[in-house]
């Protein structure tokens, strides 16, 4: 039996170690803003949360989540404070050289296979864990140290209403059409108005059909032309645009004409399409996008992501892949184990492109495309799509593109989507809880999603709103896997009606009636405010997106917040508008001026040129992948 298999087969071992509720930095802080603070936070009122988390027995795990419930029905389970089995899948401080500040991801498979990052943790990351084995670096290895993980997600459904469920799009899907589209760069093909006119085979226009889809939006009647002809694209369009299907459908629709080989088993499997995104959730849920659309045909998908277990992630893809979507750890970790041949890549996507490609992912990316086998980039199409791309983030972007790349801009590149309502609330540290709270007493049982700074302050908050009585979970890089995904599940099915989470699920996650984004915390880049926010009004849906800011640690945002609310038609509140303009003098400074500059970098301008350099994410506080 192979290495791969035994790793599925180790005893299990519950070890469980009292962790103090007040351990870590600054005792039992962390509630509050990000960036510090951590000395004079909350506790919790009844005493702190108290959680168990064990990352090893599955069925132990399964306990624990239901002993850990607050109030019946309330948060379920935290896994960074109270008992954590020394088998937690993210025991271990970790170093923090090595990628350094940006490090955002927590499979450490590829990483340690490939001697890769030095496992950042997140700056509240705790001591729990005598099971994980460090070696001197600070770096596990990838074969012999460290907990297995033996988490197997459930399957995907697998009736045809499942796999079709969608929701509607909303009242300004039309609207659309009318925002500014912008293609750059030689002989862009023309757009489509219609599916039809995109000339897909017929079971992909049934599963179009299927999925509700009538018109293509913007990203898509632009997107699939491109594609389609061959070209590398550099796409970017606002959140919850339709961006998925716009790579998907091409792609798809190639593998059919060209009569890609039907999956089967083999020891090794050479996939003609490599997508990667930066989180467990968000690639798990662009694989069961592909699934939908290749439902019916001989196209396989397969998704392996961290916190899972490698071999069943492993037999999966030896059962037969022509679509491997994968995180960027996990999956270098299989192309390392020689289960994946590259030679047959034909696409290669990313997915959220500019974080993969930031300091944090960028190495792994390099890593990828230089894999043994991976043809050159003049030998595949290479796709990113987004809804930001900072300036430097497209240059570096170009290098793993061909000379001749089209960039498509939907709107303003970077400018969050019009149909959220942006609301700045003016807050102190301490007023934020109380605020809270107001807040969710208006909005009731509609989803919410609360975005906070760190994996504790997520835990804090989440343990507080239940003590509230607000049925309330959490989801970011402390939790076991099987615990994001169920936290994920239940508000999704409103179970908890409110998802406290941290940057973890800022990106690409679409969910069906989320109503409302709180950020609790703002982020410290507007990027990262732009996806956070566009978690709601989605598909031409309307939503609406309160943020509070703190002057203390938000002012150097002030700037760029302006600049995204008047790019979306929000009013802009003038105390705001106020520390915008005291925080950086007077010169430069237009919040009102003109915003749709040419977006190319190629080109020279861009949105946002001037905003000043955010610090770098040092205060990113959890582990995405
Ligand atoms: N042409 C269409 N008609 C109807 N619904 C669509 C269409 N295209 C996409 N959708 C739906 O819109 C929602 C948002 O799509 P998607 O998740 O691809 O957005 P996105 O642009 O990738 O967003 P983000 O930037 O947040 O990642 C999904 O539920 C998707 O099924």
């Known amino acids: 039996m192979e290495n791969w298999e035994d790793d599925d087969q180790s005893p299990v071992v519950t070890n469980m170690t009292l962790v103090e509720e007040s351990h870590g930095k600054g005792g039992g802080g962390g509630f509050g803003t990000p960036g510090g603070n951590r000395g004079r936070g909350f506790r919790g009122q009844g005493g702190g949360f108290k959680s168990f988390s064990s990352g090893h027995d599955e069925n132990r795990n399964e306990e624990v989540d239901g002993s850990s419930s607050w109030n019946g029905g309330g948060f379920s389970g935290s896994g960074s404070r109270g008992f954590k089995s020394d088998f937690g899948s993210r025991g271990g401080r970790g170093a923090r050289g090595g990628r350094g500040a940006f490090r955002k991801d927590d499979d450490d498979e590829g990483r340690r296979r490939f001697g890769g990052g030095g496992g950042y943790r997140g700056r509240d990351e705790e001591v729990f864990s005598k099971g994980s084995q460090e070696n001197g670096d600070g770096k596990d290895d990838g074969r012999t140290a460290g907990p297995k993980v033996n988490y197997i997600p459930p399957p995907p459904p697998e009736e045809e209403n499942s796999v079709f469920a969608h929701y509607a799009t909303g009242i300004n899907f039309d609207k659309y059409d009318d925002i500014l589209v912008d293609v750059s760069g030689t002989n862009p093909p023309r757009a489509i108005m219609t599916f039809e006119e995109a000339q897909l085979c017929e079971t992909l226009n049934r599963n179009v059909a299927k999925s509700g889809y009538e018109k293509p939006t913007p ?220 807040l969710l007493k208006t909005t009731g049982t509609e989803r919410t999603m609360v975005f906070v700074e760190t994996k504790r302050s997520a835990d804090f908050i989440a343990t507080f709103l239940c003590q509230e009585k607000v049925s309330t979970t959490s989801i970011h890089g402390d939790r076991e896997q099987r615990e994001r995904e169920k936290a994920l599940s239940d508000f999704r099915t409103g179970q908890c009606p409110v998802l406290v989470a941290t940057s973890v699920a800022a990106r690409g ?81 237009n919040p009102r001026g003109k915003l749709f500059a040419s977006t190319d970098t190629r080109r020279g301008e861009s949105f946002l040129k001037n905003q000043t350099p955010q610090p770098a994410a040092e205060a990113d506080d959890d582990d995405w992948e």
């Open 219 to 438: 990203v898509q009647k632009h997107g699939i032309p491109i594609i389609s002809a061959g070209r590398d694209l550099m796409a970017c369009a606002q959140t919850g645009s339709g961006k998925t299907a716009a790579f998907l459908l091409p792609i798809l629709q190639h593998l059919m004409s060209d009569g890609a080989a039907a999956s089967k088993f083999s020891e090794v499997q050479e996939p003609e399409v490599i997508i990667v995104a930066p989180t467990r959730e968000l690639i798990n849920q662009i694989y069961l996008e592909a699934r939908k659309f290749a439902y019916g045909t001989c196209v396989r998908p397969v998704v392996v992501y961290g916190g899972t277990s490698t071999g069943y992630a492993i037999r999966e893809v030896l059962k037969g892949c022509n679509v491997l979507c994968g995180t960027p750890g996990r999956l270098l970790d299989i192309i390392g184990r020689g289960k994946v041949g590259l030679s047959k890549v034909r696409f290669l996507v990313l997915d959220e492109a500019d974080r993969m490609l930031d300091m944090g992912f960028e190495p792994d990316m390099r890593k990828l495309v230089n894999s043994p086998g991976m043809p050159p980039k003049e030998e595949r199409q290479t796709l990113m799509f987004s809804a930001t791309y900072p300036e430097d983030i497209q240059r570096l972007a170009a290098n793993f593109l061909k000379v001749d790349y089209l960039f498509l801009a939907v709107g303003v590149v970077g400018g969050a989507c019009s149909d959220i309502e942006q609301v700045i609330i003016q807050v102190t540290q301490y007023s934020k809880r109380e605020k809270l709270l107001e």
């Open 509 to 589: 996650l679409d969910i069906e009636h989320v109503q409302h984004v709180v950020n609790f915390d703002l982020p410290k880049e507007i990027d990262e405010y732009v996806h956070r926010i566009g978690r709601t009004g989605r598909c031409g849906n309307t939503g609406r997106a309160v943020s509070f800011f703190d002057p203390e640690p938000d002012t150097p945002l002030a700037r760029s917040l302006v600049k995204v609310l008047s790019g979306a038609q929000q009013e802009v509140p003038s105390w705001l508008e106020e520390i915008a303009f005291s925080a950086h003098g007077t010169t430069g400074f």
